[in-house]
């Protein structure tokens, strides 16, 4: 007995001893890890010493680099959008402004409380000194009961917590000023406050710092019959409250100060916002896609940078006795019939009023005289005849209206400043219209007035809008300048007279568009010209004769010609259905347009100067323009140098192509051959578009912001002999025909070789390769190569099995790696560095990507609708975002990848279909402390116990690493752990042994 006591004895105290020699090690190997990482992270970059910034300074690279603006088009529509720089040079013909958010004083004026606690209500308190107090306001909703009501204190403001009200209960803060809900230690995709139930109440609380990521709320009301009153929303940075499928809700007695977005109404009905104070806010009231009989009464609106109150695609809505001032826009219906407006105040906005649709029935809205603009009445008539617009008028509108004069009348700073809608027969003579947003004057289906002896300066869209069926108007007479996108702009309209004018800087001067027989006489366009615009050859069958001038020469619009050859006093040509033409040694300069062609072939283009157009040096405009002729050109400062579309067999050749937007762009263009053209410093060199069995031979195109050549859905062409300098080939289709070009290894990119290789198996690339393109290749290597400044080191089309490693890949314009359609591939070990798309992988499945540096890009990893790859042992560091899912990527696995200092260390577009850990562990990130600064360690685990979650749909990672993941420590702790292990077996063996013997000797004696 006493010696079985013994025994077992001895062996707890040897399993104690073998568990603390073993674990000891491992904790004091974490330790030490640890330790490294307080000074210098060692194992992951010892570059990075002195260099590492916070969350906060990549967040501001961010808003730098990916800028909202705010986009309007010609019908006053709205929308935001986040654009770089190529997008707002193709947006041309769209008004964009740039977002600035501005934080700044907040008022503290008090407005009555009208809610109260009544005394038969269970309340239940938050903050305060109560013994049974809450400490936050979820608990306190959580366990209330229906028609409870949650009675917030001050004392322990501010709350920083997210809030979900899902029952029918009162919220009540103690005082708005003081009372505070702070949404800024939230996720970007997370509301502040989200209501989903009905017959809620909330007063009295400043809800603030939501730092959205596109379109949070401060508040988001999903329930109906909600009340928001007496409240203060500032400095979030999207919404402030939102409503979304909401009805019979209620918004009063609240403040908004410094939001993107005060107040925004998305298929809400029958909802109230009535005594609410708005200031510099980007958007005060917003009332957007089937929001329908809703109420905004005596509102104050100031200081607004975009919207004031703008109901778009929503009808039957009320605007009563409300002040917009001092801010960008007042009131703008977009296709909202059945508005009534009424005595509403709009005072020095830079557009007070507009109203936009292409429907007669979106007009009919009830505007009257108590609605003024800057102390002058709206006049907005509906089957008015016969009259005369009070000279008073601050805008006017004209609905299925006949004989009416408007004279003598000056209109400023409104999106338009007549509108015209079904109305015939009315005449606008002797008229100022200045600073208006949109347009000066606008008609839809108007036909048979006249506007005369106007003028019309520093308008957005145009000066005059004839849209629409708005047929046989005569306009003569009238001056227009400094016009953004065209002096007189006419668009599916017929038979209108234009003579006359005198039309300056303008991005065009006078477009017709889809709008024949149109009639142009003795027009004069300084620093802009003719733009034409149609898809069958009737759409350019016009009357404009050479008394039209551009910059003081003459246009010469050619019809049906043959074999001319144009003066040397041209300053614009345009030929059509014309062939055997000879444009030769002209100075087309500072218009829109130099040289348009539509259905006009065997025409030749040469030794021109072609430069400052505002669209397009020569335009090979719709259809048919076939076996053309251009070369020796000098084509500079274009948006686009040569365009061509739906031509053929164009020989274009030898000209010098520079700082143009798209050099040469060919659109379902077939047969054409561009030669020994020298392009540089412009966006895109060529660009093929559904274009196919073109030759590109021995072009130079150097310094391209983005390709040198971009083949886009375009097969069976020739590239061969082209030099390319900091820029390169980019090529994608739908299909693997599409990919299917002859390029050879004669052309060049930073002076190394351009492989595009086709039908590969196992072939080795060269370190001479300048970029690569695999395309349906299997099981090669591409390995220890330097491929910067171009536009992408290596691209994959269906091709599998292939390896990438060991190169560097940096400074490219588009991605290091491009991996599409392609599956099994390997791309490890290589350093990818401030590329826009360190890898970039679509349609790409069971790839494994493991072990790179990815640093300094804007996307470290961007995966679209690609599935069941697996990403490990990756450092991702210093990207605008570290790994990017776009939706459909199902079922990738990410582990052990070191995520540090990106602006988004992961973003998850999919509803919990990718995998963030191996089952055992996760990743590292950098932020996980700051995100989760209660979670404790599990050291022998070497993972936190709380998960890191993912925006934007709630991924988490569920292991994440405790330290930096190392392949090298990993290793010597492994080898280690073996042999502390085989050593303590031994031990082990002879304590049994020793212990045997000594039993022996026990049972001996």
């Not at 917003?286 to 109901?311: A, P, Q, R, Y």
Request: aromatic fraction near 12%; charge should be negative; include cysteine.
């Amino acid at each position: 007995m006493k010696y079985n006591l013994f025994r077992k004895k001895l062996v707890i105290i040897t399993f104690i001893l073998i568990l603390g020699i073993v674990s000891l090690p491992i904790i004091n190997a974490y330790q030490n890890k640890i330790n490294v990482l307080t000074y210098i992270n060692t194992d992951i970059d010892p570059e990075l010493d002195n260099k590492f910034e916070s969350i906060d300074d990549l967040n501001n690279k961010i808003s730098k680099d990916n800028n909202l603006y705010a986009v309007t088009d010609e019908f006053g529509t709205h929308k935001y959008s986040y654009l770089n720089k190529n997008q707002i040079e193709n947006l041309q013909e769209k008004k964009i402004k740039k977002i600035e958010y501005s934080y700044g004083f907040i008022s503290n004026e008090k407005i009555s409380e009208n809610i109260n606690i009544r005394s038969s209500e269970n309340v239940l308190y938050v903050g305060g000194n109560g013994p049974n107090n809450y400490t936050k306001i979820q608990d306190a909703i959580d366990n209330a009961s229906l028609g409870d009501t949650v009675f917030v204190y001050d004392d322990s403001s501010p709350y920083y917590e997210n809030i979900t009200i899902d029952k029918s209960i009162n919220l009540i803060g103690e005082n708005k000023d003081t009372t505070v809900i702070n949404g800024s230690e939230l996720d970007s995709f997370l509301d502040t406050i989200n209501i989903t139930a009905n017959n809620v109440k909330i007063q009295g609380f400043g809800i603030n710092y939501n730092n959205g990521f596109y379109y949070q709320a401060a508040i988001l009301v999903t329930g109906d019959n909600v009340t928001i009153s007496n409240c203060k929303f500032y400095n979030n940075n999207w919404v402030g409250i939102s409503c979304l499928d909401t009805s019979y809700s209620r918004i009063f007695n609240c403040e908004f100060f410094y939001n993107l977005i005060a107040i925004h109404l998305v298929d809400s009905n029958n909802n109230l916002i009535k005594d609410c104070f708005f200031y510099e806010n980007s958007d005060d009231i917003v009332l957007f896609d089937n929001s329908h009989v809703n109420k905004i009464v005596n509102c104050t609106c100031i200081g607004n940078s975009f919207s004031g109150i703008h109901i778009q695609r929503s009808s039957d809505n009320q605007i009563i006795n409300c002040t917009i001032k001092n801010g960008y826009e007042g009131i703008g219906l977009a296709y909202a019939p059945n508005t009534k407006i009424q005595g509403n105040t709009l005072a020095n906005n830079i557009e007070n009023f507009g109203i936009g649709s292409l429907s007669i029935s979106d007009f009919i809205c009830d505007i009257d005289t108590s609605n003024t603009i800057n102390g002058k009445p709206i006049y907005y008539w509906i089957n008015h005849h016969n009259e005369q617009i009070p000279s008073d008028a601050a805008f006017i509108g004209l609905i299925s209206c006949t004989n009416i004069t408007v004279k003598n009348i000056s209109i400023k700073d409104n999106f338009q400043g007549i509108v015209c809608v079904d109305t015939r027969n009315s005449i606008i003579e002797n008229c100022n219209f200045q600073k208006n947003g949109g347009h000066g004057i606008f008609f839809v289906i108007s036909s048979n007035n006249k506007i005369y002896n106007c003028t019309f300066t520093n308008s957005f869209f145009s000066g005059v809008y004839l849209n629409y069926l708005s047929n046989n108007n005569i306009v003569f007479n009238n001056s227009f300048s400094n016009i953004q996108v065209c002096g007189f702009w006419i668009e599916e309209s017929r038979k209108n007279q234009i003579s006359n004018h005198y039309i300056s800087n303008c991005y065009k001067g006078i477009s017709l568009d889809k709008s024949p027989n149109s009639i142009l006489r003795n027009n004069a366009m300084i620093n802009c010209g003719l733009a034409v615009d149609g898809i069958t050859l009737y759409d350019y069958i016009s009357d404009i004769d050479a008394t039209n001038t551009v910059n003081g020469k003459t246009i010469y619009y050619i019809i049906n010609q043959t074999g001319l050859t144009l003066p040397t006093n041209t300053g614009q040509v345009v030929l059509i259905n014309s062939k055997d033409c000879n444009i030769s040694n002209l100075d087309l300069c500072n218009g829109t347009i130099g040289i348009l062609l539509a259905f006009s072939s065997n025409n030749t283009i040469s030794k021109n100067f072609i430069n400052n157009n505002k669209m397009v040096a020569i335009d090979l405009d719709c259809s048919s323009n076939n076996y053309n002729k251009i070369n020796h050109n000098t084509i500079n400062d274009n948006n686009y140098g040569i365009d061509v579309d739906l031509s053929d067999y164009n020989i274009i050749q030898d000209n010098i192509i520079t700082y143009n937007n798209i050099a040469i762009s060919l659109d379902l263009s077939d047969g054409n051959k561009i030669l020994e053209n020298g392009i540089e410093n412009s966006y895109n060199g060529i660009y093929l578009t559904n274009s196919n069995n073109n030759q590109l031979i021995n072009n130079s195109i150097k310094k391209c912001s983005f390709t040198a050549i971009y083949l886009l859905y375009s097969k069976n062409n020739i590239v061969k002999e082209n030099d390319m300098v900091n820029c390169g080939l980019i090529v994608y289709g739908n299909s693997l025909s599409e990919y299917l070009n002859s390029v050879d290894t004669s052309n060049k990119v930073n002076g190394k070789i351009l492989y595009y290789l086709i039908n590969e198996n196992g072939f080795i690339v060269p370190n001479n390769a300048g970029e690569v393109v695999l395309i349906n290749c299997d099981n090669c290597i591409v390995s220890n190569l330097y491929i910067c400044n171009g536009t992408v080191g290596v691209e994959l089309a269906y091709s599998d099995f292939n390896t990438i490693s060991k190169n560097t890949f940096n400074n490219n314009k588009f991605a290091g790696i491009y991996i599409e359609s392609s599956k099994s591939n390997t791309a490890e070990n290589n350093n990818i560095e401030n590329n826009s798309y360190g890898i970039s992988m679509q349609l790409a499945d069971e790839n494994e990507i493991k072990n790179n540096k990815i640093q300094n890009n804007y996307y470290g990893f961007y995966i679209s609708v690609s599935n069941i790859n697996i990403f490990s042992g990756n450092n991702i560091l210093y990207n605008t975002y570290g790994i990017y899912f776009n939706i459909k990527s199902f079922d990738n696995i990410i582990h052990h990848n070191n995520l540090y200092y990106n602006g988004f260390n992961a973003w998850d577009e999919n509803e919990k279909t990718n995998i963030w850990d191996n089952g055992k562990k996760g990743n590292y990130w950098a932020d996980y402390t700051k995100k989760y600064p209660n979670a404790k360690r599990i050291w022998l685990k070497g993972i936190w116990n709380t998960p890191y979650e993912i925006p934007e749909k709630k991924n988490v990672d569920r292991f994440p690493l405790i330290i930096p993941f190392s392949h090298s420590k990993e290793k010597s702790f492994n080898l280690i752990r073996f042999n502390l292990l085989e050593k303590l077996s031994n031990f082990y063996l002879i304590i049994k042994h020793s212990l045997w013997n000594n039993i022996k000797i026990m049972n001996y004696l």
